[in-house]
């Protein structure tokens, strides 16, 4: 598995996150975020583990250790999922979207939280990653679904559960205006 292209994409993916994310770090700051992102991946270790690893080598603030994690890590695996997804469409002509899954916890942004148990293009979910900071400190996912007869294929006890988690998180939110 380690050998593998999707596997190795990642890696590649996780090393160039890095260098384009981290605006105002030393380019051996930078180096060193890659080399922890690439193990963390491979190792398969959460943010938690590589914000603890990115403050122990870099010698930062646990907050900002958590953010680089955070961003960078899911950041990676995320960029990997429309790649992977691009290529399966690409090769087998499997048309698929993305599925929006929001962690839904009392700091996730709005624009993020409604975006839960919707179906997105690739383009779109790059688009949103490229604005208004979206990418930074962003604990959502995001899943492939295949598009059959022009509607995303999804069980309806999963997308009834996933609109009764959203509702839920914003009746909370409501709550705490």
């Not at 190795?8 to 060193?32: D, H, N, P, Q, V």
């Not at 193990?39 to 080598?57: F, N, P, Q, W, Y």
């Not at 469409?89 to 962690?103: F, H, P, Q, V």
């Not at 059959?148 to 009746?171: F, L, R």
Request: aromatic share 8%.
């Amino acid at each position: 598995m380690l050998t593998s292209k999707p596997f190795i994409t990642r890696l590649s993916i996780a090393e160039s996150a890095s260098w384009t994310s981290w605006k105002g770090l030393a380019e051996k700051a930078k180096g060193e975020i890659a080399n922890i992102l690439k193990d963390s991946i491979i190792r398969g270790v959460s943010t938690r583990d590589a914000a603890r690893l990115v403050k122990e080598r870099l010698d930062v603030s646990r907050s900002d250790a958590r953010r680089i994690a955070q961003t960078s890590l899911l950041g990676a695996y995320r960029e990997a999922r429309i790649k992977e997804a691009e290529r399966a469409d690409e090769k087998y002509g499997i048309r698929t979207e993305m599925l929006w899954t929001s962690a839904l916890l009392p700091t996730t942004r709005v624009t993020h939280g409604v975006r839960h148990s919707n179906t997105y293009t690739r383009s779109e979910v790059e688009e949103f990653y490229s604005k208004d900071g979206n990418r930074f400190f962003c604990y959502c996912s995001i899943t492939e679904v295949l598009i059959q007869d022009g509607k995303p294929v999804i069980s309806k006890a999963a997308k009834n559960k996933m609109e009764k988690e959203k509702k839920q998180w914003q009746k909370s939110r409501e709550e705490v205006k």
